[in-house]
C-alpha cells in the first residue's frame, strides 16, 4: 500500500439489509397506522447481529473492545442495546458523557475524545467515575487539573497519510497531536503522573477498502514502538477510531471485517514478538454497527413537475437525513412503496426527492430513477442509523421525526418523540436580562 493515500471517497456499497426489508416492509402500513409519519426505524435484531459479528471476527485479539459512537445515534434505546453488547461508549461532548452516564456507562466503559476542549469540560469528564481520557493537542494537558493514572493521546500523522473527505487531509484536519509533538505529549503525561497509556487516531472515514484500516493499525504500531523507546513506557490499549463504511449503494462492496480481523491479529503477533508485549486493540464504529439497521419513512404529499420531476415528502433533509444535503457524494438509497406497502414497480421516471425546506439543497435524491410515484406512496430512505438523525437541526423551524425501534420479538417501540413546536420555543421563554450603558 502506498504511504500517501490520495482519494476522494464515494458511499459505496449495499443498501440496508434484504432482512431488515423482509421485517419491516410487511407490517409497515400498520407501523404508519399507528405512528403517523414521518418516523425513523431502527431494527434492534440487526444491530445486534453487527455486533455479535463485530465480536466474533475480532474473538483472537484478546481484549479487543468496540466503543460505540454516540454521535451516530444518540439516544437511549440504542445505547442500551451497545451495553447488553458488551461494548463501551465514545463520547464527545457533555450531553454525550451525560447520556453514556445516565444509560449506564462509566469509568474506563466511556472513551471521551472532545476537540478544543475548556478546562471545565475535562473537569466534567473526570467527574463521576472518570472517563479514558483522550487528548487532542498537547496544550490540553495543562487544562486537566487532577492529572489522571490513564491518559491516551489523539495523533494527527499528518503528511504520511491522507484520509477521506470527510475527515479531510490530516495537515488540515483540526485534530490530534502532530507527529513532532507525540513523544513530548507522552513525557509531559508521564510527568503529571500517567502511568497507564493509551493512543488514539481516526484519518479514515466510510471507508469500504480494509486496507486502509490495516494500515492505521500498523502506523499507530510503529508510532507505539517510537514513543515506548523513547519513554520507557508501555501502552494498555490504541484505538483505531471508527470509520469503517458501509454499502449506501446497490453496487457497493460491504467492508471485509473478517479480513480486517485475521491480518490485524498478525500485526499484533509480530508487534508482540519484537515488543514482548500485546497492547489491546480498540475501535469506536458509529456507522458500521447502526448504519444500516435504521430506515426513515416519510408520506409523499406532492408529485410536481416544472423544469424538473419533483416527489415532496413529508420531512425535511434537515430534520430526518441532512447527509444527502450536506454531502455531495453522500447517497442513500430509496425504496417506493405503496399505500398498502407493497414495493413499486412498472414504469420509472427520474426525479428529484424534496422536502419542504425553504433551500433547494433539501432533497433526499437528485435526479433519481425510481418507480412513478403519486400522492399517497411511502419513501423509504436506506441506511439512516448513522450520522442521519443525529445529524438534523432546526432551520427554518421544521421539527425532527419520531423515533421507532422494531424490536428483535417484532413489536414496535416509540424510543424517542417527535419534536414539537414547544421543544423549538423552548429557547424563547426566559427571564429578560439587559445590560445598561456599556461603560
Ligand atoms: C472521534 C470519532 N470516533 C468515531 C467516530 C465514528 O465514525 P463512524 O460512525 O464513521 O464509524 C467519529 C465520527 O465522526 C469520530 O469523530
Known sequence: MPLFFVKEKEDTAMPMPKVFEERLFPILPSIIKHFGTPFHIFDEQGIVDTGEGLKLAFKDIQGFQEFYAVKALPTP????????????????????????RQNGFHGEDIMFSSNNTSAELFSMALADGGCILNLDDITMIDKVSKFPELICFRYNPGERRTGSQFIGNPVEAKYGVSHDQIIEAYRQAKERGARRF????????????????????????????????????????FNIGGGIGIAYKPEGKPFDIDALAIESKALLDKFEQKC?????????CGRFITGPHGALVATVVNRMSKYREYVGVDTATTTANPRPAIYETAYHHITILDRNG??????????????????????????????KTEAGDIMVQHDTGAHSPAMGGNYNGWLRPQQLLLCADGTVELIRRAETINDLFATLRFKRKVMRGSK
Open 77 to 100: 434505546a440504542i445505547l442500551q442495546i451497545m451495553r447488553k453488547l458488551g461494548f463501551g461508549l465514545d463520547c464527545s461532548s457533555p450531553s454525550e458523557l451525560m447520556l453514556a
Open 198 to 237: 493509551g493512543i488514539h487516531t481516526m484519518i479514515i472515514s466510510n471507508e469500504s477498502d480494509y486496507r486502509y484500516m490495516l494500515e492505521t493499525i500498523r502506523m499507530l504500531l510503529e508510532v507505539i514502538e517510537t514513543v515506548s523507546g523513547a519513554l520507557g513506557i508501555k501502552f494498555e490499549f
Open 276 to 284: 514482548g508485549y500485546m497492547p489491546k486493540l480498540f475501535m469506536e
Open 342 to 371: 407493497q414495493p413499486k414497480h412498472g414504469s420509472e421516471e427520474v426525479v428529484d426527492v424534496v422536502g419542504p425546506l425553504c433551500e433547494n439543497s433539501d432533497k433526499f435524491a437528485k435526479q433519481r430513477l425510481l418507480p
